[in-house]
């Protein structure tokens, strides 16, 4: 059964405008929103092992908005996001790794961020040089790792 089915569709709409509130579209930066068909259809297809996760994620969303996120006024949607934000745990994180992933392979983000559209691997992307002293503090700071026995 493919990830698409196992959410309802009140969870793929409230996945659809809570993806918006994450990621609005820009005008400004010519790219779309995360609540986009084809960057939302790339979220259900590739959910897999997340699935069950952004589904519980999506039901605390539910219980705390009382009805489908679109039907909320503005400023109530905001306050269940915010909510939701704080209450929602680890479910509620892998949501926003969901959305975000799919967001940023998307060739039109790629493209609007300066990027080749190709994978990372083999060629790798450089990086440009930093000032590696802002890591002297953590170099100078005494070891708090736990020491194996």
């Known amino acids: 059964m493919s990830a698409a089915n196992e ?12 993806a918006a509130m994450i990621v609005p579209a820009s005008d400004e930066y010519k790219v779309p929103g995360a609540d ?3 960057i939302q259809a790339d979220m259900l297809a590739t959910l897999g092992r997340d699935t069950a996760q952004v589904a519980q994620a999506l039901d605390h969303l539910a219980r705390l908005a009382g009805k489908p996120l679109a039907s909320l006024d503005s400023a109530r949607r ?4 915010q909510e939701f934000r704080t209450s929602g745990g680890g479910a509620a994180a892998t949501l ?7 967001y ?3 060739d039109r983000v790629l493209r609007s961020l300066g990027l080749e ?3 990372p691997f083999p060629q790798g992307y450089t990086l440009e040089q930093g000032d590696w ?5 953590v170099k100078a700071s005494p070891p708090n790792l736990r ?3």
């Open 7 to 18: 959410l309802n569709s009140i969870q793929r709409d409230d996945l659809r405008n809570l």
């Open 36 to 38: 986009d068909p084809a």
């Open 78 to 81: 905001d306050a269940v996001a």
């Open 96 to 102: 926003v790794r969901v959305v975000l992933q799919c």
């Open 104 to 106: 940023y392979r998307d």
């Open 117 to 119: 559209l190709r994978a």
């Open 133 to 137: 002293s802002v890591l002297d503090p």
């Open 147 to 149: 020491r194996a026995t």
